[in-house]
């Protein structure tokens, strides 16, 4: 029998093409014309499968060989088999590139997935967090280069010594200073010490850059975090969601090599530390969302009222309005630069 879902999913397709084709009439030797922009349609799925209590937690795209077309890569909460899987571009078919870690132990799960390029070359690595109690939390992997001795071959991981109970959550790539490699950002679950890290790029032996959250109080955690930069000198800044009941739940902190003027990964700005005990942020992302050449920030947030996501414009100084994604001024932001 038809799932809802399928029925809905067709006549979505009969539709798109009856619209289509009445108002781009189908000649011989015409390229066809895209939908609108309003409809987005299944180009490759994944997952059909999958054990019934499996899910997909990160997806992420990247160019991993390097051929200017993404790749996609997708994660499972699965404990049993591969935690990663990725495919080619459109044009290879969505082939199945790299199914990655059936090894990780049982009680291993993936956290996070994120492409980029860690040395410059213009080929994206790849790199997975997952929740364990041993061993690494980080692993980054080798691109798809021919030249490459093995696509996919462990370039790199981290978190061997974290305690039971401290796991990666997720992790991003940015570049935070002046040259073409990028930096990775990593974020983690611990009752103490680092819930973040920014670490350098593979030239400088993937050294730790900057940390955050050394003085979080033992119940915060740091969720997500994102780079871009807002303020258009080339050089990424850095977003941090974070779980924590008092205090702000959202950082940006500026790049690795603001100037003289500035000192490296300072912050810029800080919200959402007039939320209620229980709301956290879930989730950061920057995008450009207008005409100006500055990227936006987006948050996510758990809360059981009230918004659960925000498109914030710039305005990393005190006293700047604090804008919902309806445009409705909610509160004037309150810049706290100490956090306990
Ligand atoms: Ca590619
Ligand atoms: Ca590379
Ligand atoms: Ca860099
Ligand atoms: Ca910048």
Redesign the pocket.
């Known amino acids: 029998m038809i799932s809802r879902s399928r029925l809905i999913l067709l006549l979505t397709l009969l539709w798109t093409i009856l619209f289509a084709t009445a108002r781009h009439p189908i000649i011989a030797d015409e390229i066809a014309p895209l939908p609108p922009p309003s409809v987005f349609l299944p180009l490759h799925e994944v997952g059909e499968e999958w054990g019934e209590d499996e899910y997909a937690p990160v997806i992420a795209f990247g160019d991993i060989d390097?051929d200017g077309r993404d790749e996609f890569g997708v994660i499972t909460d699965t404990t049993e088999s591969d935690r990663v899987h990725v495919f080619d571009d459109a044009p290879a078919g969505f082939a199945p590139l790299w199914n990655g870690d059936a090894t990780w132990g049982a009680a291993s799960v993936a956290t996070g997935i994120a492409f980029g390029?860690?040395?410059?070359?213009?080929?994206?690595?790849l790199a997975l967090t997952r929740k364990h109690d041993i061993n690494a939390r980080l692993f980054l992997y080798?691109?798809a280069?021919p030249s490459t001795a093995q696509a996919f071959g462990p370039l790199w991981q981290y978190g061997e010594g974290w305690g039971p109970g401290s796991w990666a959550t997720a992790v991003a790539f940015g570049n935070v200073d002046d040259d073409p490699?990028e930096e990775i950002g990593l974020t983690r679950q611990a009752t103490l010490n680092e819930r973040a890290y920014v670490f350098d790029d593979?030239a400088a032996g993937f050294a730790t850059l900057q940390t955050f959250g050394e003085s979080w109080a033992a119940n915060a955690w740091a969720t997500a975090i994102a780079f871009g930069d807002v303020d258009s000198d080339g050089r990424d800044e850095v977003a941090l969601s974070r779980v924590a009941t008092i205090n702000a739940r959202v950082y940006v902190h500026d790049d690795a090599a603001p100037g003289a003027d500035r000192s490296a990964f300072k912050l810029l700005w800080s919200g959402g530390a007039e939320w209620p005990g229980e709301m956290y942020a879930t989730a950061v992302a920057f995008g450009n969302v207008d005409a100006n050449p500055e990227l936006e920030l987006g948050l996510g947030r758990f809360a059981a009222e009230g918004p659960r996501a925000y498109v914030l414009g710039r305005g990393w100084a005190v006293q700047l309005p604090y804008v919902s994604s309806k445009g409705k001024v909610i509160k004037p932001i309150t810049v706290s630069f100490r956090d306990r």
């Open positions: 390097g390029d860690v040395d410059g070359d213009g080929f994206d690595e080798d691109d280069a490699a593979a």
